[in-house]
């Protein structure tokens, strides 16, 4: 069975690949404005401003359609509570006007570093949703980005990752 899924994923990843248009890989950075939201959240909380950084590979389908996954590590959680994620946001980006894009898809988290009060350990997986725009001016590009979590970040505690992401990133080709 491990075998089948493994070739099934090949033959999706070559197929993508070989009618693809245009492939580029990049790196992007920037900053995140982090918070928590849900019932067990309290509104008076501060939310976190971290950093992103990480690579992005965008697969061009036609001249109006790509799939963007990138790696990212992301500095999240609130003031005093830091929760860092290697996410694996996997986009499909719409073109327009020739250097604009809208973007939206899955975001797959997994917690890498966390600081949060002693007998409370985090969720190792974090499922969230991205929504964003974009531009591009040659090799360079920007992102404004809205991550919204479908999964409580702590066990039985109803409180959900909410992140708000600028950034800026290059594709060297």
Known sequence: ???LFLLAIAVIGFS????????KLGFKGGVNFATLNGDNVND???GRTGYHIGAVVQIGLSDMF?????????AQGIENTDIDYLNLPVLVKF?????FSAEAGPQFGFVVNDN?????????????????AGVE???????????????????NVEAKNSVFQVSVGYYIF
């Open 44 to 46: 008076n909380l501060d």
């Open 95 to 99: 073109k327009f006007a020739k250097f």
């Open 137 to 155: 001016f040659g090799s360079f590009f920007g992102q404004l980005r809205y991550n919204i979590g479908f999964t409580d970040i702590v066990d």
């Open 1 to 3: 069975m491990k075998k």
């Open 66 to 74: 790509a799939v963007q996954p990138e790696l990212i590590y992301s």
């Open 116 to 132: 949060y009060p002693a007998g409370t350990d985090p969720e190792s997986f974090d499922l969230s949703a991205a929504v964003g």
């Open 16 to 23: 993508i690949s070989s009618n693809a248009q245009d492939i």
